[in-house]
């Protein structure tokens, strides 16, 4: 591990870009109005990154070549799934992934 | 979820989102202390950086004695859609006051963002600072308590995902985005199932060429990009 003053100052860089990533748009469009082009550009914006999100957790990448699939991951996805149709219900869903994956680690 | 954006809602529809940061915090204590970091630095981590994936990035790269501002400007990539996250909040809080706006900032995360957005499909299109505030200060503070077990649990607990809490986040993830499909009528079901389709194949085929920091901010722009061209096609 590096020194105590590297790692605090490592800390802190690291704090101050993501608090910048995070409140320099609420701060700046507080001013300024979105186009419609924009607004309906960002509508897409909340089930992209879900999926995303989630499909990134279901590959495991490899340098320079296609991903290997994160066989765990994907088995406790389809419980997860039709938990999530049939409840409909996000702590019922929550619970049925967190066992499913408990489930299919024995498994595998 | 519920029509009412109150504290007490908030607080019942945060609660998914504290079982998973439990499991992940536990997960980065443990990972953490096990780099050599003592509990006290790994606690700051949490409570400065407060950022996922982007902390355990933090601490792999201090492992390898990266120069300090390679670590600032991959962990600033890896948030980088927070960016994207707050400009699509922030015309819901356009008429609060602006430090009301940097405190929602401040604490925000993909999981409340993802709680909001589906929050607005009960609500008429509106939230509020209130129940904001609380969805992300609980979630905040359950972070921070999940890291401080797993970093006292150290070498206790070696690998967490045993117990199934890593996945947590993940089906989280799952159900908001189903909940989200069948609850937004702003867009059909068919162009959201396509966007979401095109989103798969661009995180397996993106991953062979986008670097992991870049993957997610990458793919969401081209699947918003996508889905922008779907709706001009249909109208």
Redesign the interface.
Known sequence: ??T?N??????????V???L???????L??KFN?SP?V???????????????????I?I??S????EINTL?LL??IP??L???IS?N??V???????????C?LII | MHPELTIRAAMK?V??TT??YI?IGIAFGIVSRA???SVL?TA??SI????GS?QFV?VTM??S?SP?LS??FS??LV?????????????Y??QEK?WR??L???F?T?ES??LG??KLNYTNRTLNFTWFNTVNLTSYLTWIIGTGIGAMLGSLLSNP????????I?????????????A?K??PIKQ?LI??LF??L????G??IIP?KV??IV??LL???L??IL?HAHA
């Open positions: 591990m590096p105590l590297f790692i605090l100052w490592t800390i802190f860089g690291a704090g870009v993501t608090w990533s995070r409140i320099l748009p609420f701060v469009l507080k979105l082009a607004i309906e550009f960002l509508s897409f914006v909340p089930i992209t990154i879900m999926a995303a999100l989630w499909f990134q957790e590959f990448p490899r320079g070549q296609l991903p991951n406790a996805s997860t799934l938990s999530a149709v409909k996000l702590p869903i929550v619970i049925v992934g967190v066992l499913s994956a408990a489930v680690q | 529809e609660l998914p079982l998973g499991g780099s050599g970091l630095l700051l981590i400065f950086v407060y950022a982007a933090l201090l492992l004695h300090i670590i600032i962990v600033f948030n980088a859609r927070m960016m994207l996250l707050s400009t699509t909040l922030s015309p809080f356009k602006t706006n940097i929602l900032g401040t925000l993909d963002f993802a957005m589906n995902e045993k117990f199934g809490f890593g996945f947590a993940t089906a989280m993830f799952i159900g908001l985005l189903y909940l989200q499909v069948i937004d702003t867009i959201q966007v979401i989103v798969l661009l995180t397996y085929f991953m062979a992991a993957l997610i793919v969401t699947g918003c990009t889905g922008v709706k």
